[in-house]
């Protein structure tokens, strides 16, 4: 009796839960993408992070989803994301399938790969908005602070070691136990990400200068979802 009285209470909210949310099954297409500005989409990464935050994410018809986007794709954005699990990309910004392209490394430094990556985004798949995304708590950068020498570890945490250096005029203790400093070295290993964009992509500077797409960088804080954009 009290089992069947489980089932039906489990019945009656799987119900309450088709009535309440209609997934999503629409996929971007050519023409929305084509009509969408930089900014616009910056919002909308705004608006689904405060989705995201409240638990309301969009709740999405993935098989259908995948179906539609099968064709072709026509992404909003290219982020570069640190590879760390606590910080699901796509989730943070209540993005589903065919929205967003990612590029994820350790450290969400800049190299050949990722800015080739960057320009097929932008360039040749239309992609508005460039955004590298650093986040508390970041391991690699606290690697980098730690100077920390192990196998091919070693040769990642190079590409963060600017970031250090650029970070020698905090005041106060510079060490990776202290959270402040790890997190200054984080916004300054985003803004040197952003300084090399600019430097070694002409192409993704050029599209900038244009107002064709906006380059721009943000810190994730772990403990809340919250994002900090950075100047
Ligand atoms: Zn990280």
Do not use: W
């Not at 994410?57 to 570069?80: C, Y």
Request: aromatic share 6%; net charge neutral.
């Amino acid at each position: 009796m009290a089992l069947m009285a489980v089932f039906l209470i489990s019945c009656n909210q799987g119900n309450k839960q088709e009535e309440k949310t209609q997934p999503v099954s629409h996929v971007m297409t050519k023409e929305e993408q084509i009509r969408l500005t930089p900014d616009e989409v910056l919002q909308q990464f705004i608006d689904g992070n405060k989705r995201f935050r409240r638990g309301i994410t969009t709740v999405r018809d993935h098989s259908e989803q995948v179906r539609k986007s099968a064709p072709g794709q026509f992404p909003k954005a290219v982020i570069l994301s640190c590879l760390d699990s606590r910080v699901p990309v796509e989730d943070v910004f209540d993005q589903g399938l065919g929205d967003v392209f990612v590029g994820r490394v350790a450290g969400n430094f800049v190299n050949e790969d990722q800015l080739g990556s960057m320009e097929f985004a932008c360039k040749l798949a239309g992609a508005k908005l460039v955004l590298v995304m650093g986040h508390q708590h970041c391991g690699a950068i606290k690697g980098a602070i730690d100077d920390v020498k192990l196998g091919n570890i070693t040769a990642m945490l190079a590409k963060i070691k600017p970031a250090v250096k650029m970070s020698q005029d905090f005041q106060g203790k510079k060490i990776s136990k202290n959270d402040e400093y790890v997190k200054y070295v984080a916004e300054n290993n985003v803004k040197y990400a952003i300084q090399q964009i600019r430097e070694k992509s002409p192409i993704l500077k050029e599209m900038e200068d244009k107002g064709e797409i906006k380059i721009v960088g943000v810190f994730y804080n772990l403990t809340d979802g919250t994002l900090e954009f950075l100047k």
